[in-house]
């Protein structure tokens, strides 16, 4: 799991985890690029792909932020309670 740090809110953290994940996309393309293997989205990719977004929308789920000393959940700070 890659944790990115802390964020103030779920949509920072989603912009954040979502950046990463088009980074690494790009660099997985890069280098089959480079190893000659140029193809349309195979299943692997697909499926690395899959396992990474859900991590990450369970990274940004499971974090909390804590301001002022209170504790909140992103959840809580979505619905803004």
């Not at 990463?20 to 790009?26: A, D, I, M, S, V």
């Not at 899959?50 to 700070?77: A, P, Q, R």
Request: with cysteine; proline share 0%.
């Amino acid at each position: 799991m890659i944790w990115l740090g802390t964020f103030v809110t779920a949509e920072d953290a989603s912009k954040n985890y979502e950046s990463k994940k088009l980074e690494f996309e790009e660099l997985m393309m890069a280098k089959r690029a480079k190893n000659g293997q140029i193809s349309e989205k195979s299943d692997q990719e697909s499926c690395v792909t899959d396992e990474f977004e859900e991590k990450s929308s369970m990274s940004v789920d499971e974090n909390t932020n804590t301001s002022n000393g209170v504790e909140e959940s992103d959840e809580e700070l979505m619905m803004g309670t």
